[in-house]
T-cell receptor
């Protein structure tokens, strides 16, 4: 059974800092991995999708890397802004017949101005 | 297309009542998923449909829960005889069959059982 762990659970930083969010998963036989953002009381917004054949994806100030063999992914946020404050969730998709994403508990980020 | 829409956004009910949530996916998406999320936790998979067929159900989906997607478009999630432990955000997502994992989520339906 896939288990997903995200560290740290919460993070507070001043505006402008670069930061790294970590995601680890127990079953490395994944098809892809997705990072989502969730604002309080809202649904999830996809940030980056990394295919298993890729090592990283970039979108603006966000960069996500994937190391399947070690079961790890990181989300790097450059020059953080108060608008980045949200919960960040990672979700690997397993190869098997079921296609459900398995989520970690997320990292709650607070960026102060 | 405005994305995945869910209705109602908030529902407060008394224990023992039945509630139903509706999800309208992105129009060309043939896969539809239901997740449940409690405070401080990540979303937990409940069930998913490909067109009108319900292809997978989680063990979390007890006998009191039933989901349908009769015409392969919108879906409903019904909870019978609600319990306080059912209080959660119920999230719907949709995707294309050939883009597995690339899910688009709705804003969710928050259920409070008193």
């Amino acid at each position: 059974k896939q288990e997903v762990t995200q560290i740290p659970a919460a993070l507070s930083v001043p505006e402008g800092e670069n930061l790294v969010l970590n995601c680890s998963f127990t079953d490395s036989a994944i098809y892809n991995l997705q990072w989502f953002r969730q604002d309080p009381g809202k649904g999830l917004t996809s940030l980056l999708l990394i295919q298993s054949s890729q090592r990283e994806q970039t979108s603006g100030r966000l960069n996500a890397s994937l190391d399947k063999s070690s079961g790890r992914s990181t989300l790097y946020i450059a020059a953080s802004q108060p608008g980045d404050s949200a919960t960040y969730l990672c979700a690997p998709l397993r190869y098997q017949a079921g296609t459900a994403l398995i989520f970690g508990k997320g990292t709650t980020l607070s960026v102060s101005s | 297309d405005t994305g995945v829409s869910q209705d109602p956004r908030h529902k407060i009910t008394k224990r023992g009542q039945n509630v139903t949530f509706r999800c309208d996916p992105i129009s060309e998406h043939n896969r539809l998923y239901w997740y449940r999320q409690t405070l401080g936790q990540g979303p937990e998979f409940l069930t998913y449909f490909q067109n009108e067929a319900q292809l997978e159900k989680s063990r979390l989906l007890s006998d009191r829960f039933s989901a349908e997607r009769p015409k392969g478009s919108f879906s409903t999630l019904e909870i019978q005889r609600t319990e306080q432990g059912d209080s959660a955000m119920y999230l719907c997502a949709s995707s294309l069959e050939y883009s597995p994992g690339e899910l688009f989520f709705g804003e969710g339906s928050r259920l409070t059982v008193l």
